[in-house]
Every structure is written in C-alpha cells, then in structure tokens.
C-alpha cells in the first residue's frame, strides 16, 4: 500500500513539472506511459490475487 501510495505522489509530481516547465505535448507523452505502467500494476496485482474476482473480470473486459 505504501509503495502504491508514493507510485501516485510521484506521478503526481511529474504532472506538475510537465504542466509547468516542459509543456503540454510532454505531458500527453507522460500520459500515455504512465496509463501503461498503472495497467501493468493492475496486472500485476491480478495474478498475485490483491483484487476480487468481479474486479478481475471488469477490468480484464474493459482491456
């Protein structure tokens, strides 16, 4: 949970400073690695069975 945690203040952290120095075409670049990167999480946490079988068939549907 702690590593969840700063996973999203970190991300958060990288939204910022794309908004802010870098621009908007960064940060939609940032976008679409960190979405990558929450799937695998998410993917990962499926096979290590942290989510509940309705979670699991929801989101292995919307994928």
């Not at 999203?8 to 870098?22: D, E, G, P, T």
């Not at 621009?23 to 993917?43: A, E, R, T």
Request: hydrophobic content about 45%.
């Amino acid at each position: 949970m702690v590593s969840f945690f700063k996973y999203w203040l970190a991300c958060f952290c990288c939204i910022r400073y794309s908004l802010v120095i870098q621009g908007h075409l960064d940060f939609c670049i940032f976008l679409q690695f960190h979405f990558y990167f929450l799937k695998k999480s998410i993917l990962s946490h499926l096979s290590h069975g942290k989510f509940s079988e309705a979670t699991k068939t929801r989101l292995v549907f919307e994928s």
